[in-house]
């Protein structure tokens, strides 16, 4: 059975940092293409980041040069490094691996990121 674990989420100020994790467990990791997307309130679930098997990186345009995805293969993590973060970045962060439009797997809790002075 396929578990995906977000954590690391929080309440940040303006400018600030956050370092998201997400720890798959059931599969073998480093076949998957993965996605990080972000649900805000009242907001459809968007797409966020994209880091494919080999590594590379694509991202929505609201989160370039801000975003950073990244991956463990050998710890089964995919990462997301948030800088700059602004309060319409506030939303609830999920991970999952995408097929065309859908997604693969069932969704996790998610991480809550809160941006608010």
């Known amino acids: 059975q396929v578990h995906l674990v977000e954590s690391g989420g929080g309440l940040v100020q303006p400018g600030g940092s956050l370092r998201l994790s997400c720890a798959a467990s059931?599969?073998?990791?480093?076949?998957?293409?993965m996605n990080w997307y972000r649900q805000a309130p009242g907001k459809q679930r968007e797409l966020v980041a994209t880091?494919?098997?080999?590594?590379?990186?694509t991202y929505a345009d609201s989160v370039k040069e801000r975003f950073t995805i990244f991956r463990d293969n050998p710890k089964n993590t995919v990462y997301l490094r948030m800088n700059s973060l602004k309060p319409e970045d506030t939303a609830v962060y999920y991970c999952?691996?995408?097929?065309?439009?859908?997604?693969?797997?069932?969704w996790g809790q998610g991480t809550q990121v809160t941006v608010s002075s």
């Open positions: 880091i494919t098997s080999n590594y590379s990186t």
């Open positions: 059931g599969i073998v990791f480093r076949l998957y293409d």
């Open positions: 999952n691996s995408p097929s065309g439009v859908a997604t693969i797997f069932s």
